[in-house]
């Protein structure tokens, strides 16, 4: 703290501490306690604002300045302090601040609301732009001693700015939402796009300045300031502005503020209603005389305060302890919507129309004056009109000459437009990177009159089109659709071509490239047509294409796949008729000869030969599911594919024999061993003999071979049946394809064997295909796997002898009555005590019955309880503890056997139930 009489230096911050510690007694202001009263009282101002502030004294223009100006000063600071602000401090800008100081040194008050500054205050030039005030500072005689000033580097404003007019042009929407006027010209200053803010300010319409040239739309602009303007922004490529009046037809005269920019297509201008802003400043020129006048009257101190404050662009304002306004400038009053008297000794909770808003705002001001630190703090206040509005604001406490807290001091700027600009242009790139999104879809133009075809480039890549042609014709679209569609296409232009019509086409049709691809394409376009009654005609066409060749093959192979799923449940109807005649016909004979043993027999063959039928089908459509979808895990062991072809042929014997054909085996060359599933490969073996057997006639002759090379070993299966067409090739080895049959359907099966065929050979890593040279000329079948890197097989394993079971107590539980009973006559006839329940709450009243339980056989889908369920409910029962449970069901997906697992079953099979798996798990 300083002598009582030097208190004006309190505070400030680091530029408070080196005003203190200076020695001014050499300098041109000379010792502090002979500083006259005004710079006294502009220097306590100063370190006590929160804005950058500075002070220019005498014919030494000595520069003084607060801790907010440094930061602009940077590199330049401290060194500034003290100095010329022209010919030391700011040498680089001389030319624009000199004549500002002249004025201002006349007693001529000077604003200006932006300027750009190139500024060396960091070891390079810097181009920077700022709003700032002077205004002068008289002594006791009247004499201009000095001048103070503020200012706010608004260089992130106007490079925001210049980034949204760059976007402007290739962004219609942002231009319609902006608050400024836009124009558009052509390197001959021809009107080329205007936004609606232009038509409201200069009272024309769009249709009135599109195409017009600027000196016959406002003659006499050519030779005045603005054309001049104009003219070297064309010429010399770099922006310029200026605040320019126009005065209306009507006699009306508006001041615009016009900057302008070159752009590629010419010159981008932006201009806006500034005449209201001019008055004020004005207004404010003609205040700061009047406040001039009332430092002679009037307390120094206040009187400064309220000079600053009326020069502050935006709102400045001094409260007291409680919050009431004790002075504020024009801004408070257009914000508040009231004149000075409406607003001075009131709070913003008597002022403000939000009541939240206004007592957020006294919050900050509250910390601030308790903690007595400056801050900057955005505050939502809305104008007088209700409109929403953001403020930057910064306050400080203010303080008396002895320190003590005697209020708070601030100055708020609407940034309400720098937000929306940030926002636009946040839009702006959103709306960028969305177009490079959905870039796949193509543009193109037609001059109709000139028959001239353009595309963009993702047109032409859809097209084919010669990358060195920049145009096409209405011949080259003729010759580039498909013959087949463009009578189509060709009839449908020239109805959009017709005057009367709405102009618009929308086709699908494919396209023929250079090399022979053929692409499908989706292809939208709108006719524009000039002229009026019989004139009418069409001029141009604009439109969009998109490959949608992926979609069509998509429809074209869920069709496919429609034709094929219709086709397979036909055949599956009818696979499952053929077992179920029989079947039918055995039941019926043991009803009518019960007593009949031999013919009792034969119908028990008959059932048994069809059951073993369907399951064999059932599980082949299990089987390719689960194979086609990876949830089937092959061995990986030495296999003799010798000994494959083998077993194969013992298998498919029956099919082979029943038809009468010669089958010759070549197995010849040694050892063919690879790495697989011995079970699996023997089930591809049979299903391809089984394929030729089934088409080729009786009497017909097959050939199997094994070829190996050093790397591989090959399977072939030839026949010389009844061979297949090129479209039944390509498609052999699809799910449910099958060639050709006969009314009667003579050949059977569902058409799943090839596809199970080329699913395990592939789970083996080998390939698989076929070949025939046509109908009638039979069909050769080849699978290649790769070869196994040993030269034996180790020795087999000695067969497990089968273990008698002794009599155990069963229960069986099924809610289909004849299969529980059918099952436990079977296990009684094995000599087992076998109980049957048809539900689960009979199972579990029956359970109670007995303690010495063995085996639960439980059905899963039952309506009372399910299997999953009542397993969990018997094995919390007593006497069941070391039961086995077995899962007898016909869900037999790889999920049913996990889940069954989970529920507490120790096995899982899928019906019909196999006598032989039910007898090995209870002698387990």
Same mark, same amino acid.
């Given at each position: 703290m300083t002598e009582s009489g030097l208190r004006f230096l309190d505070g400030g911050g680091e530029l408070g501490e080196r005003l203190r510690a200076t020695d001014w007694a050499p300098t041109p202001l000379g010792p502090v306690d002979a500083w006259p009263a005004a710079l006294r009282t502009l220097v306590?101002?100063?370190?006590?604002?929160?804005?950058?502030?500075?002070?220019?004294?005498?014919?030494? /223009?000595?520069? @003084?300045? +607060?801790?907010?100006? %440094?930061?602009? !000063?940077? &590199?330049?600071?401290?060194?500034? $302090?003290?100095?010329?602000?022209?010919?030391?401090?700011?040498?680089?800008?001389?030319?624009?601040?000199a004549p500002i100081v002249e004025s201002v040194s006349a007693g001529e008050p000077v604003q200006v609301p932006r300027m750009r500054l190139v500024l060396e205050r960091k070891g390079f030039p810097e181009e920077t732009w700022f709003s700032y005030f002077f205004?002068?500072?008289?002594?006791?005689?009247?004499?201009?001693?000095?001048?103070?000033?503020?200012?706010?580097?608004?260089?992130?404003?106007?490079?925001?700015?210049?980034?949204?007019?760059?976007?402007?042009?290739?962004? /219609?929407?942002? @231009?319609? +939402?902006?608050?400024? %006027?836009?124009? !558009?010209? &052509?390197?001959?200053?021809?009107? $080329?796009?205007?936004?609606?803010?232009?038509?409201?300010?200069?009272?024309?319409?769009?249709?009135?300045?599109?195409?017009?040239?600027?000196?016959?739309?406002?003659?006499?602009?050519?030779?005045a300031p603005l054309g001049a303007m104009y003219r070297r922004v064309m010429a010399r490529r770099h922006a310029e502005s200026m605040d320019y009046p126009h005065v209306f037809q009507d006699g009306r005269e508006v001041w615009f503020e016009v900057r302008a920019f070159p752009v590629d297509q010419g010159m981008a201008v932006l201009f806006?209603?500034?005449?209201?802003?001019?008055?004020?400043?004005?207004?404010?020129?003609?205040?700061?005389?009047?406040?001039?006048?009332? !430092?002679?009257?009037?307390?120094?101190?206040?009187?400064?305060?309220?000079?600053?404050?009326?020069?502050?662009?935006?709102?400045?304002?001094?409260?007291?302890?409680?919050?009431?306004?004790?002075?504020?400038?024009?801004?408070?009053?257009?914000?508040?919507g009231v004149p000075p008297e409406g607003f001075i000794g009131r709070t913003d909770r008597e002022l403000l129309a939000d009541p939240a808003q206004a007592e957020e705002v006294m919050a900050n001001d509250r910390r601030i004056m308790e903690t007595g630190i400056a801050e900057q703090v955005e505050e939502e206040i809305q104008l007088a009109d209700g409109t929403p509005a953001t403020w930057i604001s910064t306050k400080a406490p203010l303080l008396d000459d002895d320190g003590k807290l005697v209020g708070l001091i601030g100055a708020s700027i609407d940034i309400t437009d720098r937000k929306r600009v940030e926002r636009d242009l946040r839009l702006s790139e959103q709306r960028g990177a969305l177009a490079l999104e959905v870039a796949q879809l193509g543009t193109w133009t037609w001059n109709l009159a000139e028959d001239v075809i353009r595309f963009d480039r993702r047109t032409a890549e859809i097209w084919g089109a010669n990358p060195e042609r920049s145009h096409y014709s209405r011949e080259d679209l003729g010759r580039r659709v498909h013959p087949d569609d463009w009578p189509r296409v060709d009839a449908a232009l020239a109805a959009a071509f017709t005057p009367g019509s709405d102009g618009r086409v929308a086709e699908e049709f494919r396209l023929r490239h250079r090399d022979g691809r053929v692409v499908w394409t989706m292809t939208r376009g709108q006719v524009?047509?000039?002229?009026?009654?019989?004139?009418?005609?069409?001029?141009?066409?604009?439109?969009?294409?998109?490959?949608?060749?992926?979609?069509?093959?998509?429809?074209?192979?869920?069709?496919?796949?429609?034709?094929?799923?219709?086709?397979?449940?036909?055949?599956?109807?009818?696979?499952?008729?053929?077992?179920?005649?029989?079947?039918?016909?055995?039941?019926?004979?043991?009803?009518?000869?019960?007593?009949?043993?031999?013919?009792?027999?034969?119908?028990?063959?008959?059932?048994?030969?069809?059951?073993?039928?369907?399951?064999?089908?059932?599980?082949?459509?299990?089987?390719?599911?689960?194979?086609?979808?990876?949830?089937?895990?092959?061995d990986r062991e030495p296999v003799d594919m010798r000994a494959v072809v083998n077993a194969a042929v013992e298998q498919a014997g029956p099919a082979l024999q029943a038809r009468r054909h010669g089958l010759s085996v070549e197995t010849g060359g040694g050892p063919a061993i690879v790495l697989g599933d011995r079970h699996r490969l023997v089930q591809v073996v049979s299903n391809l003999l089984n394929n030729a057997a089934k088409y080729t006639s009786p009497g017909g002759r097959i050939r199997v071979?094994?070829?190996?090379?050093?790397?591989?070993?090959?399977?072939?299966?030839?026949?010389?049946?009844?061979?297949?067409?090129?479209?039944?090739?390509?498609?052999?080895?699809?799910?449910?394809?099958?060639?050709?049959?006969?009314?009667?359907?003579?050949?059977?099966?569902?058409?799943?064997?090839?596809?199970?065929?080329?699913?395990?050979?592939?789970?083996?890593?080998?390939?698989?295909?076929?070949?025939?040279?046509?109908?009638?000329?039979?069909?050769?079948?080849?699978?290649?796997?790769?070869?196994?890197?040993?030269?034996?097989?180790?020795?087999?394993?000695?067969?497990?002898?089968?273990?008698?079971?002794?009599?155990?107590?069963?229960?069986?539980?099924?809610?289909?009555?004849?299969?529980?009973?059918?099952?436990?006559?079977?296990?009684?006839?094995?000599?087992?005590?076998?109980?049957?329940?048809?539900?689960g709450q009979q199972a579990l009243v029956l359970a109670d019955r007995r303690s010495d339980w063995d085996a639960f056989i439980l059905d899963i889908g039952m309506p009372d309880m399910t299997g999953h369920e009542l397993v969990g409910h018997l094995r919390r029962r007593a006497g069941t503890g070391s039961a086995c449970f077995i899962a007898l069901t016909g869900y037999g997906q790889a999920h049913d056997h996990v889940t069954s697992q989970a529920a507490g079953f120790d096995h899982h099979l899928v019906k019909p139930a196999d006598v032989d798996r039910i007898v090995a798990l209870l002698a387990g």
């Open positions: 306590s101002l100063m370190l006590a604002s929160n804005q950058p502030m500075y002070i220019v004294w005498g014919p030494s /223009r000595t520069f @003084l300045y +607060n801790d907010h100006y %440094a930061t602009i !000063l940077a &590199d330049k600071h401290p060194w500034a $302090l003290g100095r010329d602000i022209l010919d030391e401090v700011w040498p680089e800008i001389r030319a624009e601040l205004a002068p500072v008289r002594d006791d005689t009247g004499a201009v001693a000095g001048m103070f000033g503020a200012c706010n580097d608004i260089t992130g404003q106007v490079q925001l700015e210049r980034s949204l007019a760059e976007r402007d042009a290739r962004h /219609r929407q942002v @231009l319609a +939402n902006m608050e400024e %006027a836009f124009v !558009l010209f &052509d390197h001959d200053f021809r009107l $080329l796009e205007v936004n609606t803010e232009t038509e409201r300010l200069l009272g024309m319409d769009r249709e009135a300045l599109i195409g017009g040239v600027q000196w016959t739309l406002y003659p006499g602009t050519f030779d806006h209603d500034v005449t209201h802003r001019r008055e004020e400043h004005e207004a404010a020129t003609r205040s700061a005389e009047r406040v001039q006048l009332a !430092l002679e009257e009037r307390d120094h101190a206040l009187a400064l305060l309220r000079s600053f404050t009326e020069a502050v662009p935006g709102v400045a304002y001094a409260k007291d302890l409680q919050g009431r306004l004790l002075v504020g400038n024009r801004g408070v009053s257009t914000l508040l524009a047509f000039e002229g009026e009654g019989d004139a009418l005609r069409p001029v141009s066409m604009i439109g969009t294409v998109l490959d949608v060749t992926e979609r069509r093959q998509l429809i074209e192979t869920l069709e496919q796949s429609d034709r094929r799923k219709d086709e397979f449940l036909a055949m599956l109807a009818h696979e499952l008729r053929n077992p179920l005649a029989p079947i039918g016909t055995a039941a019926e004979l043991l009803r009518l000869v019960p007593d009949d043993a031999p013919r009792v027999e034969e119908a028990a063959r008959i059932i048994s030969r069809q059951v073993a039928h369907m399951t064999e089908m059932v599980d082949d459509l299990l089987d390719v599911s689960r194979v086609t979808r990876g949830l089937v895990v092959f071979a094994v070829v190996g090379s050093e790397d591989t070993v090959a399977v072939q299966v030839a026949d010389n049946g009844q061979g297949m067409d090129a479209s039944l090739v390509n498609h052999a080895f699809d799910l449910f394809t099958q060639a050709a049959r006969t009314p009667d359907r003579s050949q059977g099966g569902l058409g799943i064997g090839l596809a199970l065929v080329r699913s395990i050979v592939r789970g083996h890593g080998g390939t698989v295909g076929a070949v025939s040279p046509g109908p009638g000329c039979g069909s050769t079948f080849e699978f290649v796997l790769p070869r196994a890197a040993v030269e034996r097989l180790p020795d087999d394993a000695a067969p497990v002898p089968r273990v008698a079971t002794r009599r155990q107590s069963i229960m069986v539980v099924d809610d289909n009555r004849d299969a529980a009973d059918t099952l436990a006559t079977v296990l009684e006839l094995l000599g087992h005590d076998v109980t049957v329940a048809t539900d």
